[in-house]
């Protein structure tokens, strides 16, 4: 039992090691060797240019595969439509309180790397703005990574369409399932290839701007993992109070630590996924309530998302030496940490795509994005614990607003097969 368990322990940490590592020695090799580390410029390129090939197809079946899978809308409507409010309400306070931390902890204070300028910052502050940030003219500029936020609301309706045309639909939505598995293997491949990516980007980065970034992302770090922890003990206590008071927050935190482990563990929200449906039947979630809102929620549920997602256009800002401040731009913020949580996909490095988005939509070089990568993966375990945590709050949430105050006393699990 003790060999399968530490054999299942490296198993599951095993990749986050080796990419580290790999960072770290590509940065020591930087370090010695300067300016001509950029020798290993190319072998980083690849693995960039791979990831960006892939990110368009990946963000479309992933999400109408999701979406086309829903059949029964009797009381899918009310659950989804409360779903959503309770994971917009939770990701607005996940990232103001984010917005509150940085500018007391600026993240890269003090950080100064010449990069190529970043374009002039435009917020979304006019309904042209706001039009060319969610639609575009033609089809054909929607099989673009520039046009992320179209893709995605498109990718929602042509889902929801396939799943209300019925039966006749199955056979697209069975076949985008399959497609969704593809694209996620074909990550995961290229995800073997990281490593030798990210180490041969960083040699050439520290070998360009030497220690001093390495120092921002300690910082970073040191402002991300403390706000985590608060996060899942106080923000936590006060969701699963207002689902069912003082029984709900002991039922939560009895039945969490399982789902919290794991996460961390696996760094996945989708591995994390049978240990959260048996959690939150444990705690009394109805079948119909966790098997919408916690496999939506593995891909779609954001509070940790946006407190890494304000952490890293914060850390960005700074990057350019440029001020995170005013309220266009915490709007801006906010409204840009909510959207890159909501196309997290539940597999680890899933940020990569709320990453692109923070670069495209504030305009920010392409240079730019492997080093706000890099915090994706730093801030990932702790992150993902917040997602996984988060979607079974959110789950007993909705369930108090659909069964009442007492649906704790009513058992709603009591009848189910074991």
Known sequence: MDNTEKKSFWQYYKFPIILLSSIILG??????????????????????????????????????????????????????????????????????????????????????????????????????????????????????????????????????????????????????????????????????????????????????????????????MAVYYPICIVYFFVAFFFYSYFAGGMPGVKTYFKNIFPVAITSLATQSSIATLPVNLNSAKKMGVPKDVRDIILPIGATAHMDGSCLSAILKISFMFGLFDMPFKGIGTYITAIIISVLSGVVMSGVPGGGLIGE???????????????????????????????????????????????????WMEKKLTANEEA
């Open 27 to 220: 940065s020591i090799i930087g370090l010695v060797m300067g300016e001509k580390a950029a020798i290993f410029q190319p072998l980083g390129d690849i693995f960039l240019n791979a990831m960006f090939t892939i990110v368009v197809p990946l963000v479309f079946v992933t999400i109408t595969s999701a979406v086309s899978s829903m059949v029964d809308m009797k009381r899918l409507g009310k659950i989804i439509g409360t779903m959503l409010l309770v994971f917009i309400i939770t990701g607005l306070i996940a990232s103001i309180i984010m917005i509150i931390t940085v500018n007391i902890f600026p993240p890269a204070k003090g950080v100064n790397i010449q990069m190529p300028q970043a374009e002039d910052i435009k917020p979304l502050n006019t309904g042209e703005q706001i039009v060319a940030a969610i639609t575009v003219t033609d089809f054909t500029e929607l099989i673009s990574r520039k046009n992320m936020l179209p893709l995605i609301i498109f990718s929602i309706f042509f889902g929801l369409c396939v799943s209300l045309i019925g039966e006749k639909g199955k056979k697209i939505a069975d076949a985008l399932n399959v497609l969704s598995e593809v694209f996620l293997k074909m990550v995961s491949i290229i995800m073997y290839y990281a490593p030798i990516g990210l180490g041969a980007y960083f040699a050439s980065l520290i070998g360009n701007f030497g220690p001093e970034l390495l120092g921002s992302y300690a910082r970073a």
């Open 356 to 406: 692109m988005l923070i670069v495209n939509m504030y305009g920010f070089p392409l240079e730019a994005f492997p080093i706000i990568a890099t915090i994706g993966y730093l801030v990932d375990p702790p992150a993902t614990m917040i997602n996984v945590t988060g979607d079974t709050v959110a789950s007993m949430m909705v369930t108090r607003v659909l069964e009442g105050k007492d």
